[in-house]
């Protein structure tokens, strides 16, 4: 979409290819949700709270994967697990104000928190209608997947390279190709078993290039197993690109915000190094940090097409790959 010369695109870095659409309606508030998702964002409309939050429930990872940031981030990331007093404020002060969902994980893997089963049903109880996490799936026992499914988790997205072995371990350092296989199989025949839908299982890729020429042979195998197959833009961590302005405006800070494991609370969840930190739930309300002065002057550079001159979004690797696509679409073939 196109305002006042700046462009701004809901969702575009994630592609659906097969499946069920999980976005699509799920009863009349997931699509109030959804509708607000798109539109908020597109009319630079700041509601009373963010529709949804990312609640990161630990920090720690169990795989050292080449693509992600939080392998070359390294030792800069302090390890640690939330508190369940931080998730309960966090969900108390959303039901109140009628958020729509949480995704329990940011840069870490969700399943080595002992409570995120805890957490997920708290999520449920307080009347959320899009709880879910991102995995690797390496701790998605079968014992962790009944518990998921008694806590009522409405969907898991796993991150799975290709659709063998050798591609799978090459890009997923620590991982074990027929555990997660095995892992995914047994959570979809468990749900049988019990005659549940829930969670939903979205397997999904991020496009390397050695995955472009075999992605057709992904979709079909993937397709046998999850409810959803999709993937994302692949995003080049190691080279930032500076001082780079452009008419583009990022939807998140119209949707959603950022929580790490000790409380601070951020406008997304791509400021990996903090620098846009609005404060700590230990000092600050939700609402406080969404409407406050910091944030205000964030989205006004957005919406002038000058978010290079915020550090923190210059050089962003969703901004760059974003910009990089709309280049690309404005020349000629």
């Not at 009349?28 to 949804?52: A, D, I, N, Q, T």
């Not at 999850?226 to 995003?235: N, R, T, W």
């Not at 006004?300 to 050089?315: F, L, Q, T, V, Y």
Request: hydrophobic share 35%.
């Amino acid at each position: 979409m196109r305002e006042n010369e700046v462009m701004i695109a809901v969702n575009s870095n994630f592609h659906h290819v097969a499946g069920e659409n999980l976005f699509e309606s799920h009863g009349c508030r997931f699509s109030e949700y959804r509708k607000k998702w798109k539109e908020w964002p597109e009319k630079f409309h700041v509601g009373e709270f963010p529709l949804f939050i990312d609640v990161e429930v630990t920090s720690a990872c169990n795989l050292k994967c080449h693509f992600c940031a939080t392998t070359f981030r390294g030792r800069k990331v302090k390890k640690g697990f939330i508190s369940p007093d931080t998730v309960k404020k966090i969900i108390d002060e959303g039901a109140d104000k009628n958020l729509y969902g949480v995704k329990f994980n940011i840069r870490g893997e969700p399943l080595l928190h002992p409570q995120i089963y805890d957490f997920v049903r708290y999520a449920k109880s307080k009347g959320l209608v899009d709880v879910y996490f991102n995995t690797n799936a390496m701790l998605l026992s079968e014992e962790s997947s009944a518990k998921l499914i008694d806590a009522g988790l409405d969907r898991i997205s796993i991150s799975f390279e290709g659709y063998t072995k050798e591609i799978y371990e090459r890009s997923r350092s620590g991982s074990s190709y027929e555990t997660v296989l095995s892992n995914i199989e047994s959570m979809q025949l468990l749900k049988g078993k019990l005659g549940v839908g829930h969670p939903k299982i979205r397997v999904q890729t991020v496009m390397l290039p050695e995955l472009e020429q075999t992605f057709e042979e992904y979709k079909k195998f993937w397709s046998q197993r999850a409810d959803e197959v999709g993937f994302l833009d692949y995003k080049e961590m190691k080279v930032k690109k500076k001082g780079v302005k452009f008419a583009w405006a990022c939807p998140q800070i119209w949707q959603r915000m950022a929580i790490w494991w000790d409380g601070t609370i951020l406008p997304c969840n791509h400021d990996d190094d903090g620098l846009l930190m609005l404060g700590n739930m230990k000092d600050i309300s939700i609402s406080e940090a969404w409407h406050s002065e910091k944030i205000s002057r964030i989205r006004e550079k957005h919406k002038r097409g000058m978010a290079n001159e915020i550090p923190a979004c210059d050089g962003c690797y969703l901004r760059d790959s974003e910009i990089l696509k709309l280049m690309q679409k404005e020349v000629p073939s």
